[in-house]
């Protein structure tokens, strides 16, 4: 098969490492990629969302699969774009329609579509500019902390919690009058804060079979002790200690099952990765949010613990033979940490020459924001590289990943040194 994975961070050099292990796989392409991918498949410089040149490279290429990585090109409609096009049909897509992929697309419809299939979440209303005062009113009847969230993609940086009412109201005031987020926060979601520890459970549907994988835990913030700004992940843990049987059986019960039956009832077309945000509330499981692709950094963890040939797997999806796949798991835990760029997650400097990746013997190193340059490897985004590592506990794979990051080296370098710490 010709496979061609969509995106440029961890994640799809993840999906690129556990796609080029397939023999089903011949030719293998990332569009856009980066230094990692370039190592084992051919990269396109071609945008996710550029639906045309997409086209192009699939028919140039005969293109047998598409693995769409993150959620901007699902919820702009990719999938839609091949079906609906008679020279491109034929090619599977992995990643869920338009439609479906709302979930991720509009914390509003999520929510509405929890509440419909009585999947345990949180409690919550929605406003816009024209509603602000309301929101001021609803905001008055919780208590703290409050947790607003903007109603589009921000990737991954439109939920503030705050736990002063007046703050509260200002932000409020800031995302829908003054469109903090733009786009994204024309609405936005304000609800009942939830105390508990958080986790993320992983699903791949075919529409009407689903497989559960390994569940793994990330850290958002950017400073030790989960302090300071929210980023897109700075490490991850799989599994998840305290992520007992009768714990996982409950999730599967109240949660996975319901979302699956869901997306039928409600004619969700959905073949892909469903990325359900959970937070443990004394033992019960409840969604904080769904995504409709793999985490990042989780997909660092989780898939180099899935032993089954990967090629396999998607070409069940997309064939809707999914329950005839049996999932093999590494009984061995998986951890990465993630190195930043310093000042990231606000302003920060690029190209900064990367040194010491083949020093490294003990981890696997996946590639995020880098890029070759002058046959050299360098910076070129905010989250640079995912270090991931194997142990019989996830404290000596921890300890791996640390001692496999002192070979690296770049310029202001910053990465967390307490990831688990919380475990």
């Known amino acids: 098969?010709?496979?061609?994975?969509?995106?440029?961070?961890?994640?799809?050099?993840?999906?690129?490492?556990?796609?080029?292990?397939?023999?089903?796989?011949?030719?293998?392409?990332?569009?856009?990629?980066?230094?990692?991918?370039?190592?084992?498949?051919?990269?396109?410089?071609?945008?996710?969302?550029?639906?045309?040149?997409i086209k192009t490279l699939a028919l140039e290429k005969s293109i047998d699969m598409v693995v769409v990585g993150p959620e901007d090109p699902l919820v702009k409609g990719v999938h839609d774009f091949f079906l609906n096009d008679n020279s491109l049909k034929h090619i599977s897509v992995i990643g869920p329609q338009q439609k479906a992929a709302e979930l991720e697309g509009s914390k509003e419809f999520a929510k509405e579509f929890m509440f419909r299939h009585n999947i345990p979440t949180a409690a919550y209303q929605s406003f816009t500019k024209q509603s602000v005062e309301k929101g001021y009113t609803f905001l008055e009847t919780l208590n703290p902390p409050y947790v607003l969230k903007a109603d589009g993609l921000a990737a991954g940086k439109g939920v503030v919690i705050l736990n002063d009412l007046n703050e509260a109201k200002a932000e409020l005031k800031s995302m829908l009058v003054d469109a903090k987020f733009g786009e994204a926060s024309t609405k936005v979601v304000i609800e009942e804060f939830l105390d508990g520890i958080e986790l993320s459970c992983f699903v791949l549907t075919d529409g009407k079979n689903y497989k559960i994988l390994p569940t793994a835990k990330d850290y958002k913030r950017i400073g030790e002790g989960d302090t300071g700004l929210n980023t897109g992940g700075m490490g991850a843990v799989s599994p998840v200690p305290f992520a007992t049987d009768e714990f996982l059986n409950k999730i599967e019960e109240r949660i996975v099952k319901p979302t699956i039956n869901g997306f039928k009832k409600d004619n969700l077309p959905y073949v892909g990765f469903v990325f359900i945000g959970l937070i443990k509330v004394g033992n019960d499981p409840k969604v904080i949010e769904y995504n409709v692709r793999m985490g990042d950094p989780e997909t660092e963890v989780v898939l180099p613990r899935l032993k089954n040939d990967f090629v396999e797997i998607l070409q069940a999806m997309a064939n809707q033979t999914l329950d005839k796949i049996n999932i093999e798991i590494d009984e061995r835990a998986a951890t990465t940490i993630m190195l930043v760029s310093g000042g990231y997650p606000e302003a920060y400097e690029k190209g900064k020459e990367i040194s010491g990746v083949e020093h490294i013997e003990h981890s696997i190193p996946f590639h995020a924001g880098a890029q070759i340059q002058d046959n050299k490897i360098v910076t070129s985004g905010g989250r640079v590289m995912a270090i991931t590592s194997y142990g019989d506990t996830y404290k000596e794979a921890i300890k791996k990943s640390y001692q496999s990051i002192e070979k690296l080296h770049f310029d202001k370098m910053n990465y967390r040194k307490d990831i688990g710490f919380d475990l």
Request: proline share 4%; with cysteine; net charge negative.
């Open 1 to 53: 098969m010709n496979i061609l994975v969509l995106g440029s961070g961890g994640r799809e050099h993840t999906f690129a490492w556990k796609i080029a292990q397939s023999p089903l796989c011949k030719n293998l392409y990332v569009a856009p990629g980066n230094s990692g991918t370039a190592e084992i498949a051919t990269n396109v410089n071609i945008g996710v969302t550029d639906f045309e040149a």
